[in-house]
């Protein structure tokens, strides 16, 4: 059964029509890789089904509700963006997620942290980038959610942060889940992906399970990707 319906679903911004007639059906269990470049309508897609923003047109459920405040109660998001700030510890930001969130697991999180070696009581402001962006996925899949939106969560680390950023992905997040991963580095993600749903000025022009798309096109999703892509 679908957990998350979008059906015509489009959003402009003046002139701009970021999001074009979008229609989706995603499943549990899946991990779902939402593909473009940037500009393609992928992080407007995924404000909007975090509430963020609203849409000009068409309909979006969740678990079979409208996007509200029941909603985000399912959905754990990620944003392309850093938005704790430098003075939190990273235990400050455990506390902040637990206060926050009924279904996130402290104990989770904290284990996590030690395995990564990050100390409980060092500051944000004294990680680097790469640390910073792990404690925010550590903390978002910490929470027993059923959908994950993570925008953009290995654009900008290093490599040996993107694998083990797709580990503790593939190891913390409920089974039961859909996991949605925005992204433009198609080669990164490929392994992990069930399906992919390729956007381009803001219209779906694929969606379709991973291995059916190797099968037919006779490439990797990365090659396909690019030559769909292919200035």
């Known amino acids: 059964m679908a ?7 489009t959003k402009t911004y003046g002139s ?45 459920r969740i678990d079979g509700s409208p996007v509200g405040t029941a ?4 959905s754990a998001y990620l944003p392309d963006r850093d938005f704790l700030p430098d003075w939190m510890k990273a235990s400050d930001v455990i506390d902040y ?3 926050f969130f009924s279904d996130f697991d402290a104990q989770k999180a904290g284990d996590m942290l030690e395995d990564l070696g990050i100390k409980a009581d060092q500051k944000l402001g004294k990680m680097s980038k790469g640390t910073r962006e792990k404690l925010r996925l550590i903390v978002t899949m910490a929470r027993r959610a059923k ?22 992905i593939i190891a913390n997040y409920n089974t039961d889940a859909l996991v949605v991963i925005s992204t433009h580095l198609i080669a990164d993600v490929e392994s992990v992906l ?10 779906v022009v694929l969606h379709a399970p991973v291995d059916e798309v190797r099968e037919r096109t006779g490439k990797s999703l990365d090659e396909y990707f690019r030559e769909v892509f292919a200035c």
Do not use: H, M, W
């Open 71 to 74: 909603t985000k109660a399912l």
């Open 147 to 168: 959908i994950y939106f993570l925008d953009e969560p290995i654009a900008g680390v290093d490599p040996a942060a993107r694998d083990y950023i797709l580990r503790t």
């Open 194 to 203: 069930d399906e992919a749903v390729l956007l381009r000025n803001g219209k």
């Open 3 to 9: 957990i998350l319906e979008a059906d015509g679903l």
């Open 16 to 60: 701009l029509c970021a999001l074009d007639q979008v229609s989706l059906s995603l499943e549990s269990g899946r991990i779902v890789g939402l593909l473009g470049p940037n500009g393609s309508g992928k992080t407007t897609f995924i404000k909007i089904c975090n509430g963020l923003l609203v849409p000009a047109a068409g309909e979006l």
């Open 97 to 99: 997620y637990s206060d």
